[in-house]
């Protein structure tokens, strides 16, 4: 139930906001009080009367006539919740870039109540990658996501991007504002990110594809269980987890010395993709290119092996070890052999002969002494959330 919450409810252009009005009607049945704040683009598809009406309250959707006592603060500290529903692509892109252009956007950027979109557009606006780009970098820094999902749409098409359903949205609404247990209170975990750049001249290094989107969405998985999250991290793109220390890495054997310093810790992750090897003496100046000449060779040393230095026993040992296996061929057969080899106590196994470095899903192994469990293909997010909470399980 939700007795006494507040929700600010965001209208944004879509031809389902009139699903809106229905969830606003459970909402308040469900005991909520829920304020509006309707965009111009949903005000072409609902009225502010009929919004006022199911509310009980005004609608705001000027942000200077708000101004005249600071409106836009007012309302961003009002709620324990701001719900943007329907969440149009336009103003996914607006909460992404931090613009600030009428009152639903100043109140976005000044709230500091949790935020949840539920977002409603064609399939193929959906699908686009700068729209998948923006809602990766939102779902980084803890917005929540309510659908959308599957089925027809206002024109002859059908695909991802339909409004969740009202009863749907109430049942996650609920959710995000149940108080959570944290099985993974007062417990410190290691995570590493991303790939290693492992210079050869100044201008030039040997690295990998890794993304980083696997090992960070773990790091915000397990803060979100209450764990103290130490995130070690190579070169990437990604933005940083929310409540998570993050330290920026270049080298091997920078992320092992970043590691080492992290402990003791209670678990350790090790997601990244390091690489295996270095140049042995990296050139202090550009290595030049002379027409005709046969290309210098360059000599590799190992790396350091974090994995293995991790799992070593000693009295900074984690209690509970974890690496990741990417490997081509002979998944599980190369998976488990490295668990033997490295010495840790579950192995993560992924095939990335596909789309997965740089994707949005993955498909997984879980490798541990008492067997291997293979998941389903599924957003990374959702492999982060299965491992935390397998991880506080096996800490119980």
Known sequence: MLSGRKILLIVSGSVAAYKVLEFTRLARKAGASVTAILTAGGARFVTKEALAAITGQAVHDDLWAAEADIGHIRLARLPDLVLVA???????????????????????????????VAPAMNPAMWENPATQANIATLRARGIMLAGPEVGAMAEPESGPGRLIEPAALLATV???????AQPLKGRHVLVTSGPTHEPIDPVRYIANRSSGKQGHAIAAALAALGARVTLVSGPVAQPDPKGVTVRRVESARDMLAACEAALPADVAICAAAVADWRSAAAADQKMKKIAGEVPPPIALALNPDILATLSATGP???????????????????ARAKRRKKGCDWIVANDVSG?????AENTVL????????????????????KLAARIAEALA
Not at 366 to 385: H, N, S
């Open 86 to 116: 329907p969440a149009s692509a336009d103003l996914l892109a607006k909460m992404t870039h931090g613009l600030a252009d009428d009152l639903a956007t100043c109140v976005l950027l000044a709230t500091r109540a949790p935020i949840m």
């Open 174 to 180: 609920e959710a995000a504002l149940t108080p959570t």
């Open 316 to 334: 900074h040992r984690p209690k509970l070890v974890v690496g990741f296996a990417a490997e081509t061929e002979k998944l599980e057969e190369h």
């Open 355 to 359: 789309d997965v470095m740089g994707g």
């Open 366 to 385: 879980l490798i541990t002494p008492k067997g291997t469990e293979a998941w389903p293909r599924m957003k990374k997010e959702d492999v982060a959330a």
